[in-house]
């Protein structure tokens, strides 16, 4: 039987013709594959473990066989009172598999076990600030404790259902330390990841909870009469159409809207060409009559910081074609030489409309920046994670960790040189502070200018000040260390105190959105577009890199001997990220997780990050993990080197 399962549920939420897509294999699906994701869930399979210790005595339900999960879950709901992990329920051809089912004579109480935070000091977290509906970041949780609940109750109609969300508690302090060490990730001879319990766990690592339990049937309520009494359908009727298109493979009529960007059913053209259906380009081909080649050119949903795609969709403004400038209303309210968001929005536009490809710079508002700036320059990358066991004891869940960073200097001469690096991957250590230390020898010695590319360095930095203002513990150079965070960042929101160093770091992607577009990029600033985009513009990138310069006199590197960046194919160069071959194991680089350049592309670097502290790992498989993190992280900084020297070279 093709069950409606809770995960095809909270699919059909976000699009209900993506049921027709979902499990076959003949449909790309780029969630199967996203590294990102990938590292969350292996957070998920922890504290899914951890939260069975809070839970003594529960049955723990192991076989992935429904008719046989079923069988031993019914039998086990013959006692008055048990506690089953995994327990499977089945309504019609509704069928869930309940993390934690506590039954107490007839009360049930449905556990769903998330790896997500919560803050229970802020206020009511799953409210909308008017208090009327739910936080759009909450809405899957709920959806998926919804429909659990709506299935338990119907299996068992004369009991008292309660439901919960077990959440890690983010102001939880681990009670000891290395307790994430004892939840190691394994796979068995089928490749199914799950997690090996350490006999070392003992008393002292549960002695306080990391997880906290949090009831949800009001928001539940809440978020069925928002968002499903409108319907006409209701919430009942609405899982029966679904599991009725489900199980007879009938496709719902798509609608379009913004989340069609971030459809996992989405096919690249390398995979359409190796055979995959894509059901993005069914879709859209179904609604609006379009052809393969109507898909060759951006349109709506590629409009950078676009906040009103729903709007422009409804009103038939899809393709670039179809948008006039009073569309996009493109003033420039600040009288000065940098672009504002709508007018960066409406030169992609009108870019694509007369078919320019040529770069456009603002060279007076660069070169007043750039004159600005003190040599040597330093640009800076870091590379972080967030783990939910902490580390230590006293550490919360999910503070973040620095764990690599990446540092290559510029001279007034044009002297190009790979100056520094750091790296921990030592199991169960908390880096941060050395991490800082060793930050702080080398951009301690001079002046210069300091850059990174978005907000995420001033971030972690503004995080380890807090983490050293908190600590309480002896640390001798504490003063010293939050002075030179002061020096070189800007105080973030979550930090009472106010300070805007006087050698701040420049951010290179504001460098971007305010003086520098190329249609290359199709509307991104992540660095991993910019860069390629960049390269292709300029003849000065590609005459310099195209030779084995790169890790020898000329240019000194730490991890490469005279590497050869581009190759030049018909006028076009390779992008270097795509020289950087079997990366982490087996891990890619995906861009624009969770379509957030926050993340920077991260993903694959924390996965890999992730393997070295969680995973049993041959001596010679780490240090290769080791080795790509080092090469992937001087990348980075390199890469906005090369844009710093395209810029040079177009402003002379």
């Known amino acids: 039987m093709k ?22 294999k003949q449909y790309a699906n780029n969630s199967l594959n996203n590294p990102f994701l990938e590292a969350l869930a292996e957070g998920g399979f922890q504290v899914g473990e951890l939260a069975k210790y809070y839970y003594p005595n529960g049955h723990n339900i192991h076989t992935l066989n429904d008719k046989e999960a079923l069988n031993l879950t019914n039998q086990l709901l013959e006692q008055n009172d048990v506690t089953i992990f995994e327990a499977a329920i089945k309504f019609k051809n509704l069928f869930i598999r309940v993390d934690v089912l506590i039954k107490r004579g007839s009360s049930i109480r449905l556990i769903e076990v998330k790896s997500k935070s919560i803050d229970e000091r802020i206020g009511d977290s799953f409210l909308t600030q008017n208090g009327n509906g739910i936080l759009a970041k909450w809405k899957p949780y709920l959806y998926d404790v919804a429909f659990q609940r709506f299935v338990v109750r119907s299996s068992f109609p004369n009991s008292n259902v309660t439901s919960f969300l077990l959440l890690v508690d983010k102001n939880a302090k681990s009670p000891s330390d290395g307790i994430n060490q004892k939840f190691k990730i394994v796979e068995d001879k089928n490749h199914r990841k799950g997690i090996k319990v350490s006999s070392s766990l003992n008393q002292e690592d549960l002695s306080r ?3 906290c339990e949090v009831p949800v049937d009001y928001y539940c309520n809440l978020l069925i009469s928002s968002e499903f009494n409108e319907n006409i359908f209701g919430l009942d009727n609405l899982i029966d159409r679904y599991s009725e298109s489900y199980s007879k493979d009938e496709k719902i009529k798509p609608q379009l809207k913004k989340e069609c960007r971030d459809c996992q059913f989405n096919a690249t053209q390398e995979e359409i060409n190796n055979g995959l259906l894509s059901g993005f380009h069914e879709c859209w081909k179904e609604v609006l009559g379009w052809e393969d080649k109507d898909f060759e050119k951006p349109n709506v949903l590629n409009i950078w910081d676009n906040r009103k795609k729903n709007k422009d969709i409804s009103e038939g403004r899809i393709k670039f074609s179809d948008f006039c400038e009073e569309d996009i209303n493109p003033r420039n309210t600040r009288g000065d030489m940098e672009l504002t968001r709508v007018e960066r929005q409406w030169l ?4 694509v409309q007369n078919n320019d490809q040529s770069v456009w710079l603002e060279k007076e508002g660069l070169t007043r920046e750039i004159n600005s700036w003190t040599f040597p320059l330093h640009f800076i990358d ?14 919360r869940p999910y503070e973040g960790i ?20 750091y790296i ?38 503004n995080l380890i ?6 600590d309480s513990n002896t640390i001798s150079d504490k003063e010293e260390l939050c002075d030179f965070i002061k020096q070189i960042t800007r105080s973030t929101g979550d930090i009472e105190e106010d300070w805007d160093g006087g050698r701040n770091m420049i951010d290179l992607w504001v460098m971007v959105k305010k003086y520098y577009y190329n249609p290359a990029t199709n509307g991104s600033n992540s660095l991993k577009d910019v860069l390629p985009a960049t390269i292709n513009s300029s003849d000065y990138l590609k005459n310099k890199y195209s030779k084995p310069i790169y890790g020898s006199s000329e240019m000194p590197s730490l991890n490469f001997t005279k590497k050869q960046w581009l190759e030049i194919q018909e006028g076009i160069a390779t992008n270097p990220y795509d020289r950087l071959t079997e990366m982490f194991d ?11 350049e926050d993340i920077k592309d991260g993903g694959a670097a924390m996965i890999a990050y992730a393997k070295m502290q969680f995973e049993e790992l041959s001596d010679e498989n780490r240090k290769n993990l080791r080795n790509n993190l080092l090469r992937y992280c001087e990348l980075d900084t390199l890469a906005m080197v090369m844009i710093y020297e395209a810029w040079k070279d177009w402003l002379e």
């Open 465 to 470: 000040y807090q983490q050293l203002q908190e």
């Open 209 to 211: 909870n990391l997880l």
């Open 382 to 395: 870091f590379e972080t994670s967030t783990v939910a066991i902490p580390f230590n004891k006293d550490r």
């Open 586 to 596: 087996g891990a890619q680089v995906y861009d624009n997780l969770e379509n957030s």
């Open 424 to 461: 921990s991957c030592e199991q169960g250590v908390f880096p941060n502070y050395d991490f800082l230390r060793h930050l702080k020898k080398e951009l301690g010695n001079d002046n210069g200018t300091i850059f990174r590319y978005h907000n995420h360095e001033n971030t972690y930095l």
């Open 3 to 24: 069950y409606l399962t809770k995960s095809r549920f909270k699919l059909a939420t976000e699009c209900p013709t993506k049921l027709f897509y979902t499990g076959k």
């Open 348 to 351: 992609q536009i009108q870019k």
């Open 402 to 421: 620095a764990f690599q960073y990446s540092h290559h200097t510029v001279d007034k001469s044009g002297f190009i040189e790979h100056k520094g690096e």
